[in-house]
Structures are given as C-alpha cells and as structure tokens.
C-alpha cells in the first residue's frame, strides 16, 4: 500500500506534515495543470516549480507565491484557507495590510447581536493597533467617547472623558502602550502600525511612555477601574481572546470585560 505525507505527496514511512511544496502540488493537481504550465504562467522555470515542491528549494519570495496563486486562482478560484495556508506555508504575511473596515467585514453579520448577548457586561472586538471594530452598550457607557474616537490610545491621550472614566488612567495608558509594543513585535512588520505611531507622536505623553518601556503580553492585574459621570466606580476583569480569521490572522481580538464586585 503507498504511503501518503499529509500533503498528498507519496512519501516514505510515516506520515509528514504538508509544506508548501506538497500543497502546491496537491492545488496544481486539482486543476488539472503541468508544472511547465504553472512555470510559464508564473514567470519562473518549471524545473523550479519541481524543486518546490519536492522540498528542495529554500521559501519562495512573497512574489513568487503571488505569481503561483494568481495563475491557480484564475484557473479555478483558491479557498481563503488555500491562500491561508500557502502563505503561512511559505513564511509570508498576507499581501495586503487590513483596513479597519475589512476587519469589520469580515467579522460578518450578527456580530452586534452576539455583542449584546454579552449584557450587562463590557465587550468589543478590537484589532490588534487598539482600534475598536463593533462594541456593545455596556462597552459604549464605560468607556464614553471611545466608540466614537475608534482608538483606544488617541482617545486615552486626547479625550478628557478617559482621565475621568479610568481611575488608574496613568496605568492603563502605560499598560496600553506596552500592548502595543507587543503587537509590533508579534507581527514583525512595522508598515501596519505607520500611521497610527505617526498620529500619536503628536502627544508628548505617548512619547515619553513609549522610550521608557517595553513590550508587555499579558496583565498581572486583569482588574480595570472604571467610574460613570455619576462619580459612581465599577470594577471589571478585563480579559483578551484572539479571534480566528482566515484573511486576516493575528489582526483581531475580542475584548470582555466582567462586571464584579470583587476586591482589586
């Protein structure tokens, strides 16, 4: 009986894990297409093509592997799992930076919905530059302002309503900025967080805080204070789960935050 690694390529032994190599082969074979087709149509040689996929090449360039999928997916259009995988397979990040718009699109519908199931307590899906994509009421009456603002930073900086709203402004705003030290360096590309670094830089604040600190990953204190206009202080556990996006991997999060009564 022949033997199969996960990629679909004949192997011997056991079975291996897929690599790009194994998954080109297995999409090209779908198609019903040559390497010599997929080389010409790519603009490299299908003796490289043969390399790949036998594993005997280093990982492609970024252009390379767009030049490959483009051909594949005219003859027959890729799954986003297709393109996920490839790309992840070949150690590129996708070829196109998110919008917060496309983030939000590709939340789906019904996210407001599910969001409200989550009352009385706080929670919204944000990316991973602090940039607030769909939130419930809870989350709006918390945080008075942000919603509107779209960042959390911007709004922690420029709006008076967070000094008031965050009783330990001063210590979430250092605990912010070492998150977002974190997502830059989580995501090893600088070019995502531009113009959101260039538009903070405008805050002397943000300046100081960011020179004197580094990355942070988690919270030691999952506690936030929170007080309404009402001069009225609620304790909430905030907590940060990753959401699972095909087109957009490691951009988004889901934030809850837990109303209780219990002691800091």
């Known amino acids: 009986m022949e033997e199969f690694d996960a990629g679909g390529v004949p192997g011997e032994g056991l079975l291996n894990a897929p690599t790009f ?8 074979d779908a198609r019903g297409v040559s390497r010599e087709r997929l080389a010409f149509n790519s603009g490299v040689s299908a003796s490289y ?19 490959l999928m483009r051909y594949l997916d005219r003859l027959s259009p890729l799954a986003p799992e297709e393109f996920r995988q490839l790309s992840d397979l070949a150690g590129i990040d996708p070829v196109k930076q998110p919008s917060t718009a496309d983030l939000r699109a590709d939340l789906g519908r019904g996210i407001p919905e599910a969001l409200a199931l989550y009352e009385p307590h706080l929670a919204a899906y944000v990316d991973t530059r602090l ?17 509107e603002d779209g960042n959390l930073l911007r709004w922690m900086l420029g709006d008076p309503r967070a000094r008031v709203a965050m009783v330990e402004w ?5 605990i912010s900025i070492q998150w977002l030290h974190g997502y830059i360096a989580q995501h090893g590309d600088t070019s995502w967080f531009g113009d959101l670094l260039q538009d903070l830089s405008r805050f002397p604040l943000f300046l ?4 004197d600190t580094t990355a942070r990953y988690e919270r030691t204190r999952p506690v936030i204070q929170l007080r309404d206009d009402a001069g009225r202080e609620t304790r909430i556990i905030g907590q940060l789960f990753n959401v699972n996006s095909t087109a957009y991997p490691g951009r988004m999060q889901i934030f809850i935050g837990l109303r209780t009564n219990g002691q800091a």
């Open 21 to 28: 190599g194994s998954v080109l082969r297995r999409i090209r």
């Open 49 to 67: 093509v043969n390399h790949l996929e036998k594993g005997e090449r280093e990982r492609p360039t970024r252009e390379v592997v767009t030049a």
């Open 131 to 147: 940039n607030i994509l769909m939130w419930n009421d809870s989350f709006a009456a918390g945080f008075p302002g942000l919603p």
């Open 170 to 174: 001063e210590r979430e705003l250092r």
């Open 208 to 211: 100081e805080i960011w020179s």
